[in-house]
C-alpha cells in the first residue's frame, strides 16, 4: 500500500531534543528531533499515554536506555522506544510510530502505511 | 540445637520490651515450643524506650512490638489483663488475678519494674501520677490539660524525659530532684551543673538539693510541695519519678531468693533459686547488680533461650554506658564516670559559653579508657565508647580525644581499628565479626546487612557506626559502594554538582559530553538542570536547558492528571490583597477553573490548558503576582502565622520575617522542594517544626529548626540555634541551604539528607554555625548570586516570542484539544472520568473559554 505524505509543520518548528504535537485528521501525533543533526533522529509516535489515558506524550523527556532512544511519559514516567514504540516497562502497552519524514524545509508524517 | 530434652509448656509472665523478646528469640530458635504469655497490661509488648513518642504523635499502635495476628501465627498463647498473683512451685501452675490457671513445665518471669513513689504525705491522690505505660501518658495527658504548672519529682534520666513531655504539652515545668545536682548515677559534679544550666535556660525550672515533705492544697494552684527548710512550690501536677523497683513479688510471696534490697536473684544462665523459673530484664538481679535497660534484658533473655534448648550462651552482665538526648540537650556518659577505679586520673574540657561539657576518665597508666561524661555534644561519644569497651591503646595525649578539633587532634576512630569482637549494636548484641560473616556469606548492601543481624533496629543510636564499618568492609572487599545517579552518568548527584562548579560547565550537552554517555534520560536531566540553576541561576527555558526539564518546569505548572496545568501565584506569607483575590477570582472565573485554597497557604488554579497559560500568566502578572514555583524542585511556601503585629501572645513580626525570606529564596533551586515556615511564638500555629527550615519567635529573637517535613514520612525538625538576631538568621539559613543544595542526593529532602550526613545534626552545626569546613563565606556568596539575579521565570516566558511559541498546543492547528473534558461538581469544574467521557452527559464545553 502507498504511503501519503502531508506537510505538518516546518523543521524550525521542531525543538532539539524535545517534542511537539500536531493534529492530522483528528488524531494527536507526538513529533520529536533527537540530536542536532538537521534530518537526525525525527520519531513520530501516538500522544496518547495509554497509561495516564491523557493527551501528554509531547511533554515527555527524551533519553536513552542502552542503546534504545526513547521517551518518559510526563504523567506516570514509564518509557517508550520512539523507533517500535513499545513501553519498557510494560511491553503489552505500545504507542502507534508514524512514518516520518523531512523533504526540504518541512516536516512530513505518512498515513496509509500498514 | 538439641531439641529431645526441651521442655513442652513455658510459661512467660509479663509481656514487656523483654518478655516479648524472650518469646521472639525462642520461636525463632524453636519453632514447636509451646508457649503461653501471660501479660499484666490491657495490650501486649511496645517500645517503652520510646514512650515519650507518644506525646509527639506516636500511636499505640505504632509503639507495638507485636500483636495477636503475629503471636497467633507463631502459635504463641496470649492473654491480656492476665496479672499472675499466685505459683504453686510444687504443681508448677500459675494462677491469674480473674482464677484462671496454667500449668508451666518452665515459668519465666520478665515481670519488669514500677516506678518508685516515695511516700511523702499526700502523694496518693489525683493528678499524682508516674510515667512507665502508656496508661500513665494517657494519664498525664488528661492530667496536662486541666494543668498550667507541673512538678517532675527526680531529675535523673527518666524524669528529665518526663519533664519534657510536660513542657511539650504547654506546662510551665519544674524537676525537684533530692540530690544536689541532676543524674547523678551517669554524670559527674561538672556534668550536672552544665546540664542544669542548659535545661533552665529552655525554661524548665530545676530545683536540687530538695526534699519534698508534704503534698497540700495550694493557693494559687492545686497543690503546694513543702520542702524541708520552709521553701515551697505550687503546681497543679506532680509526676513522681524517683527511680523504679523491680517488680518481685511473686519471689518474695512464692519463696524465690531475692536481693536485700529488692530484685529475684539469678545466676549466669538466668535461673532463680527454682530450677523451673527464669527471670530476665529489670526484674532480675545478676551479682547484686538490677539493670534499667532494654539492652542487658535483651542479652538475659538471649541467654535463658539458650539454656532452655541446651546451648551455653551465658549472661555476663552488660556495660551501662548511655547515649540519649533529653530536652534536646545531649548527654553521653561511659563506664566509670565518676572516676571511683584506684588511681584513676580524669582530663576536662568544658566551654561555658557553648554549653559543653566533656570529661574522660583513664587509669593510671594513661593507657586505657575507664570513663567519660559528655554534656551539650555527644559526637565523641561512639568513639570513647569503643575505646573503653575494647581496651583499644590511648593516643599519647588522651585530652586530644575530646578537645574540639585542631591541627593534631586526635582522628576519630576509624572501623578498622576495633577488633572482630568489638560490639557494633548493643542492642541486639551485634559485634563486628557478626557483620563481617554477613558480609562474608554475601549480603553487601547496607539494608540487607541490617536486616539480617537485626543491628540498628533497637534503639538505633548505633546506625552510623554500623554504616562505618559495612563501608570499611565493603570498601576492603573491593565492592564499589555505588551511588551513580543513572547509566548515563557514573557520578552521584554531589559529584556531578562539583564537576559542573569546578569545570565551569553550563550546559547538559557539555556535561554529557565529557563525563557520561548516551543521551541522558529523566532522571539525570532534571538533575542537572537543577545544578546548572542553582549553581549559574540561568532562565530556566534558556533553549539548552528546554530540553531538560520535566515537562512541570518547562510549563512552568504542575501538569494534572487530565494534562492541563495548575496554576499557583505565589503569595509570600500567605498575605494577600483585596485587589489579589479580586484578579484571581475574576480569571478563575472568566477561564472556569477550579478554585482551591492550598495546604501551603496560597490559591490553585486547576483546569488550565496549555495554551493558555501564557495568557493567564500575563493577566496575573499584570495584577502584580509572580510564579509560585509549585511545580519546580525549588522554595515552596514559606508558612507563617499573623503573629505580633495582629496576635496578643506574638512576640516578633512573623508575617514579616515569612515574606523577607520567601522572597529572598524564591526561585532557588534544590536537590527536591524546599519549604520553610515562621511562627511568631512557642504556640507555633504555622507548623515551623515541619518544615525543612523553621523559624519560631522568641523574646530574644528567633530560633531556627532544620530539617522537619510532612509527607511520607513525617518528621519533626531539630533546634538548631537559639535566640538568633535576623541577620545571624539569614546567614545561616542562607549557608544552610546552600550545603544542602550542593551535598543532598537528588530527590533527597532535607531530613534524609542529613540523616546520611555522617555526623548528623552536630557535623551540619559544625558547618554551618562553626564553619568547620571553611566554607561559609563561599555559601553565602553563591547564594547572594542567586538572589541577585533572581527573575519571575513567568514574566520572561510571558515576554519573550519564542518561549510562548512552545505552549502552543499544536504545531500545525489553531483548534483546541478536545481530549480535555470536564464535568460540574460543586459549582466548579472537575475532569471528566473515562466513563463520563463516554456517555457525554453533563459535559462542560471547555473549548469556549480561552476568549475571555
Ligand atoms: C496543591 C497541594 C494540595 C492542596 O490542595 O492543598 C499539593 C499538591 C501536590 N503535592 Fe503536595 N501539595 C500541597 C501541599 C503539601 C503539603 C503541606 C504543606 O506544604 O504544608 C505537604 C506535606 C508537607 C511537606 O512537604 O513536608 C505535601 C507533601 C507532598 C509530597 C510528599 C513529600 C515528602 O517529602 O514525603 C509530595 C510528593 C513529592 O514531592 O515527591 C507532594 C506532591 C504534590 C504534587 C506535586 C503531586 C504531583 O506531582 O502532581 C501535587 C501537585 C498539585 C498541583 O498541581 O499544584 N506533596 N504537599 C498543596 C500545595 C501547597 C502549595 O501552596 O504549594
Ligand atoms: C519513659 C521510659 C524511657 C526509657 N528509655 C530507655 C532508653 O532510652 N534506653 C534503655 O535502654 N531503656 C530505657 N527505658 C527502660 C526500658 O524501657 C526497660 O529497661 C525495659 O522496658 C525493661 O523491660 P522488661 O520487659 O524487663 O520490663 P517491662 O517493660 O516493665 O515489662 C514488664 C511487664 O510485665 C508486666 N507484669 C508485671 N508483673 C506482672 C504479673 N505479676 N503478671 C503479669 N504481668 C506482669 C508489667 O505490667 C509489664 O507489662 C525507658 C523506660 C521508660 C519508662
Ligand atoms: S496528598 Fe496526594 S492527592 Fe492530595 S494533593 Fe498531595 S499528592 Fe495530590
Ligand atoms: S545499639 Fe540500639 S539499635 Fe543498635
Known amino acids: 500500500m502507498s504511503i501519503e505524505w502531508h506537510n505538518v509543520c516546518g523543521t524550525d518548528d521542531l525543538v532539539i531534543n524535545s517534542g511537539v504535537c500536531a493534529l492530522l485528521n483528528g488524531q494527536q501525533i507526538a513529533i520529536f528531533k533527537v540530536g542536532t543533526a538537521p534530518d537526525a533522529g525525527i520519531y513520530a509516535v501516538d500522544n496518547f499515554d495509554p497509561q495516564g489515558k491523557a493527551q501528554v506524550i509531547y511533554r515527555g523527556i527524551i533519553g536513552s536506555i542502552g542503546d534504545k532512544t526513547v521517551v518518559a511519559s510526563p504523567l506516570y514516567k514509564q518509557h517508550f522506544d520512539l523507533a517500535s514504540g513499545e513501553c519498557i516497562e510494560s511491553p503489552d502497552q505500545k504507542l502507534q510510530v508514524w512514518p516520518v519524514r523531512v523533504q526540504g524545509n518541512s516536516v512530513q508524517i505518512g498515513t496509509g502505511a500498514n | 540445637m538439641t531439641s529431645s530434652n526441651t521442655p513442652s509448656q513455658i510459661v512467660v509472665v509479663g509481656n514487656g520490651m523483654v518478655g516479648h523478646h524472650f518469646v521472639e528469640q525462642l520461636h525463632q530458635a524453636l519453632p514447636s515450643a509451646k508457649i503461653i504469655v501471660l501479660s499484666g497490661e490491657p495490650r501486649l509488648a511496645y517500645d517503652r524506650v520510646h514512650l515519650s513518642e507518644y506525646f509527639s504523635g506516636k500511636s499505640a499502635e505504632e509503639l507495638a512490638m507485636t500483636t495477636p495476628e503475629l503471636y497467633d501465627s507463631w502459635g504463641v498463647e496470649h492473654h491480656c489483663n492476665a496479672y499472675v498473683d499466685n505459683i504453686d512451685k510444687a504443681a508448677k501452675v500459675v494462677t491469674t488475678k480473674s482464677g484462671e490457671t496454667y500449668s508451666y513445665d518452665k515459668l519465666v518471669l520478665a515481670t519488669g519494674s514500677y516506678p518508685f513513689v516515695p511516700p511523702i504525705p499526700g502523694h496518693d491522690q489525683e493528678h499524682c501520677l508516674v510515667y512507665r505505660t502508656i496508661e500513665d501518658l494517657e494519664g498525664i495527658e488528661a492530667s496536662a490539660k486541666e494543668s498550667k504548672v507541673g512538678v517532675v519529682v527526680g531529675g535523673g534520666l527518666l524524669g528529665l524525659e518526663a519533664a519534657n513531655a510536660l513542657k511539650e504539652a504547654g506546662l510551665e515545668t519544674h524537676v525537684v530532684e533530692f540530690a544536689p545536682q541532676l543524674m547523678a548515677v551517669q554524670l559527674d559534679e561538672g556534668g550536672g551543673r552544665l546540664l542544669k544550666n542548659k535545661i533552665e535556660d529552655l525554661g524548665v525550672k530545676v530545683h536540687t538539693s530538695k526534699a519534698t515533705s508534704e503534698i497540700v492544697a495550694g493557693e494559687n494552684c492545686r497543690f503546694r510541695m513543702n520542702f524541708q527548710g520552709d521553701d515551697y512550690l505550687e503546681t497543679d501536677m506532680i509526676l513522681f519519678s524517683a527511680g523504679i523497683r523491680p517488680s518481685d513479688q511473686l519471689a518474695r510471696s512464692f519463696d524465690l531468693e531475692i536481693g536485700e534490697r529488692g530484685g529475684i536473684v539469678i545466676d549466669n544462665q538466668c535461673k532463680t533459686s527454682d530450677p523451673d523459673i527464669y527471670a530476665i530484664g529489670e526484674c532480675a538481679l545478676w551479682q547484686n547488680r538490677i539493670f534499667g535497660l532494654v539492652a542487658p534484658g535483651y542479652t538475659m533473655a538471649r541467654a535463658a533461650v539458650s539454656h532452655l534448648i541446651g546451648g551455653d550462651t551465658e549472661f555476663e552482665g552488660a556495660d551501662m554506658s548511655t547515649k540519649l538526648k533529653l530536652l534536646g540537650v545531649e548527654v553521653g556518659s561511659i563506664g566509670d564516670s565518676h572516676a571511683k577505679t584506684p588511681g584513676a586520673q580524669s582530663y576536662t574540657y568544658e566551654n561555658q559559653p557553648q554549653g559543653i561539657y566533656k570529661k574522660i576518665v583513664v587509669d593510671e597508666q ?396 552536630d557535623y551540619l552545626k559544625d558547618v554551618i554555625i562553626n564553619d568547620s569546613l571553611g566554607i561559609a563565606e563561599e555559601l553565602e556568596a553563591q547564594m547572594q548570586h542567586v538572589v541577585d539575579t533572581y527573575q519571575c521565570e513567568w514574566k520572561t516566558a510571558v515576554e519573550d516570542e519564542k518561549s510562548r511559541k512552545r505552549f502552543r498546543r499544536f504545531v500545525n492547528s489553531e483548534l483546541d484539544d478536545n481530549s480535555v473534558v470536564f464535568v460540574e461538581e460543586r459549582g466548579q469544574i472537575r475532569p471528566a472520568t473515562e466513563a463520563e467521557k463516554l456517555s457525554d452527559i453533563n459535559i462542560i464545553d471547555a473549548t469556549e473559554t480561552s476568549e475571555a
Open chain 2, 366 to 761: 594513661s593507657n586505657t579508657l575507664l570513663g567519660a561524661v559528655l554534656v551539650g555534644d555527644s559526637s565523641e561519644f561512639d568513639t570513647l565508647l569503643q575505646y573503653s569497651l575494647n581496651s583499644i591503646a590511648l593516643p599519647e595525649f588522651p585530652e586530644t580525644l575530646i578537645l574540639p578539633s585542631t591541627e593534631g587532634a586526635a582522628p576519630t576512630l576509624g572501623a578498622d581499628a576495633l577488633p572482630d569482637s568489638a560490639s557494633i549494636c548493643s542492642c541486639h548484641n551485634v559485634t563486628k565479626g557478626d557483620i563481617i560473616a554477613t558480609i562474608d556469606a554475601g549480603t553487601t548492601d547496607f539494608a540487607g546487612i541490617k536486616s539480617c543481624t537485626k543491628a540498628s533496629t533497637g534503639c538505633g543510636g548505633c546506625t552510623a557506626l554500623l554504616k562505618n564499618v559495612v563501608d570499611a568492609e565493603l570498601e576492603k572487599r573491593g565492592v564499589e559502594v555505588k551511588k551513580d545517579i543513572c547509566e548515563h552518568f557514573a557520578y552521584s548527584r554531589q559529584e556531578l554538582f562539583h564537576l559542573i562548579k569546578v569545570n565551569k560547565i553550563k550546559t547538559f550537552d557539555d556535561l554529557l559530553a565529557q563525563y557520561g554517555k548516551g543521551l541522558g534520560c529523566d532522571i539525570c536531566k532534571p538533575a542537572v538542570g537543577s545544578i546548572l540553576a542553582s549553581t549559574w541561576n540561568d532562565y530556566i527555558l534558556e533553549k539548552d536547558h528546554v530540553s531538560l526539564q520535566d515537562t512541570n518546569d518547562t510549563y512552568l505548572g504542575n501538569m494534572q492528571k487530565d494534562g492541563t496545568y495548575s496554576i499557583v501565584p505565589r503569595m509570600a506569607g500567605g498575605e494577600v490583597k483585596p485587589e489579589g483575590l479580586i484578579l484571581i477570582g475574576e480569571i478563575a472565573r472568566d477561564y472556569k477553573l477550579y478554585t482551591k485554597v492550598t495546604g501551603g497557604q496560597r490559591i490553585d488554579l486547576f483546569g488550565a490548558k496549555v495554551n493558555q497559560l501564557p495568557e493567564i500568566w500575563e493577566k496575573l502578572i499584570a495584577g502584580g503576582f509572580e510564579t509560585g514555583h509549585a511545580y519546580a524542585k525549588a522554595l515552596r511556601t514559606v508558612k507563617s502565622c499573623v503573629g505580633s503585629t495582629w496576635c496578643r501572645y506574638g512576640v516578633q513580626d512573623s508575617v514579616g520575617a515569612a515574606i523577607e525570606v520567601e522572597n529572598r529564596y524564591k526561585g532557588l533551586r534544590a536537590p527536591h522542594k524546599m519549604k520553610m515556615a515562621v511562627s511568631g511564638c512557642t504556640r507555633e500555629c504555622a507548623e515551623a517544626q515541619s518544615k525543612d527550615v523553621g523559624i519560631i519567635a522568641t523574646e530574644n529573637g528567633w530560633n531556627l529548626y532544620v530539617c522537619g517535613n510532612g509527607g511520607m514520612k513525617p518528621r519533626h525538625a531539630d533546634l538548631f540555634a537559639t535566640d538568633l538576631d535576623k541577620e545571624t538568621l539569614i546567614k545561616y539559613i542562607d549557608r544552610f541551604w546552600m550545603f544542602y543544595i550542593r551535598t543532598a542526593d537528588r530527590l533527597q529532602r532535607t531530613a534524609t539528607w542529613m540523616d546520611n550526613l555522617e555526623g548528623g545534626l
